[in-house]
């Protein structure tokens, strides 16, 4: 069991003039179980980012202490595990087993201990693959559940996790609680969780911190006294307070197809099944489809077919106007049909600011400067944006650097539009600005196909839905 304490505590990212966070005074006892929420871009990740030692110099300024068990906490990594919002960066390995027992190596685990302790861990998350499975081809969700099981398999005593079922299908997230609660009875290891989805989260916990804009200490007690006393602020201020109920909207009109997939197969090398079997679509202007299924039911993959960005062993996707399939277009013209919004927003930054990230496409498409500059500067307004035009793309909160996916997606302003799991990680706040900013985009006519989990979502803004299992449509 590890204390924990903020003393004067802020953090300025480099590049960002206001602090993420600021003179943050907090103590959290050894062992106690705590929920940290607060609004998209409040600090949350940067507290446990802080506590887990990895904020340098040369990445920030940072002002006065954090500690761990009376210690800097840079001192005591070895003491604690930490769950990254996206597993992939935690991921090292090509085989699944062994990128668990890279951790337990280490730390110099006696060899006969580490195979052991990485079946109890595999075991423990549900991971559903002998252990040589490979890591590239796990979908993200089964790359949670191996990042978690790595976490676990080392028994930190400071245990950090950054929405740890956020990636997941309603019942591989149970699965994850469920695996979470059993490893907690079996230590004493202080915990501290960041999960949007509040009320899915609250039997593991026996404290609630909650944080204000600019990482501000709002409310800190048990959750029961914290939402009966600052519910509606909470509420207001992005957090998924458990009982608020959310807005309908207007069904679509859907109009002309935009895109069609037929057939659309992909066999990953190495794979022993295909990842996607004979899949058809249709998507219409001015419509949402969601596309819904567990974890490696061939959702992403889908995604990647249906957006050119993957050559498909079967079927085509096309574009009507185009002759060849998508995956065969230069990448201009790509760009003008089809935009792609990836799971991961970081993983589809290429500019080291948030401006000439949304001139990138336009720029690739042969765009006059004139026309570009109005576009950004559009963009820019629409997606409140315009105070972080000159920012790294890298250093944006999980809300902002969504909204700049979907910009940047949006910037040459394709016909249709693809989005992976466009609500990942969202407080409710910017849930729903994200929600009516994809209804605005559906109803200007973009056709929209949104790979999801999130079933509030798929019935807010979905015209139709289809459902895959093992790489096919089990039912539309």
Not at 77 to 98: H, K, N, W, Y
């Amino acid at each position: 069991m590890i204390p924990v304490e903020f003393r004067g505590f802020t953090w300025r990212h480099a590049g960002r003039r206001a602090p993420a966070v600021a003179e943050v005074d907090l103590r959290i006892e050894a062992g106690e179980r705590v929920l940290l929420l607060g609004p998209s871009g409040s600090g949350k990740s940067t507290l446990l980012a802080a506590l887990a030692g990895l904020l340098t110099t040369d990445s920030g300024e940072r002002t006065g202490e954090v500690l761990l068990d009376g210690a800097d906490a840079a001192s005591q990594r070895g003491r604690v595990g930490i769950l990254f919002q996206d597993p992939e960066t935690q991921l090292v390995m090509a085989r699944s087993g062994d990128d668990v027992a890279f951790g337990l190596e280490n730390q110099a685990v006696p060899r006969e201990a580490i195979w052991p302790r990485v079946r109890e861990a595999l075991d423990a998350v549900g991971f559903p693959y002998p252990l040589g499975h490979p890591t590239h081809a796990l979908s993200g969700g089964e790359q949670q559940r191996l990042t978690l099981a790595g976490v676990l398999a080392r028994r930190p005593e400071l245990l950090l996790l950054d929405e740890p079922t956020a990636n997941l299908d309603p019942e591989g997230a149970e699965a994850i609680r469920s695996s979470l609660r059993t490893a907690l009875a079996d230590t004493d290891a202080t915990l501290i969780v960041v999960e949007h989805r509040v009320a899915d989260i609250l039997d593991l916990v026996d404290r609630v911190i909650a944080l204000g804009p600019g990482g501000t200490l709002l409310a800190d007690g048990p959750a029961e006294a914290v939402f009966a006393e600052h519910g509606d602020t909470l509420a207001e201020q992005g957090v998924w307070v458990p009982g608020v109920p959310l807005p309908a909207l207007p069904d679509a009109v859907p109009g002309e197809p935009r895109l069609r997939g037929e057939s659309l197969s992909l066999t990953y090398p190495g794979a022993d099944r295909p990842a996607l079997d004979g899949v058809d679509f249709e998507l219409r202007a001015g419509e949402l489809l969601a596309v819904t299924g567990a974890n490696g039911s061939g959702k992403t993959t889908l995604a990647l077919l249906a957006g050119g960005l993957a050559a498909p062993s079967r079927g085509k996707a096309t574009v009507p106007g185009e002759r060849a399939p998508l995956h065969r277009l230069p990448a201009n013209r790509l760009a003008a049909r089809v935009g792609s919004v990836f799971q991961d927003p970081e993983h589809q930054f290429v500019t080291a600011t948030v401006r000439s990230e949304l001139a990138f496409a336009p720029h690739a498409a042969g765009w006059p400067q004139r026309r570009i500059d109005a576009r950004v500067s559009e963009l820019l307004e629409r997606l409140r944006l315009a105070h972080l035009a000159e920012a790294n793309p890298h250093t944006l909160s999980g809300g902002e650097a969504r909204r700049l996916s979907v910009a940047g997606a949006l910037a040459a302003a394709p016909g249709a539009l693809l989005l992976d799991e466009p609500t990942f990680g969202q407080d409710r706040r910017t849930w729903g600005e994200l929600v009516d900013l994809i209804a605005g985009i559906r109803d200007e006519g973009t056709a929209l196909m949104a790979v999801t989990h999130d079933r509030d979502f798929a019935a807010a803004l979905a015209s139709r839905e289809i459902v895959l299992e093992d790489g096919r449509v089990s039912r539309c």
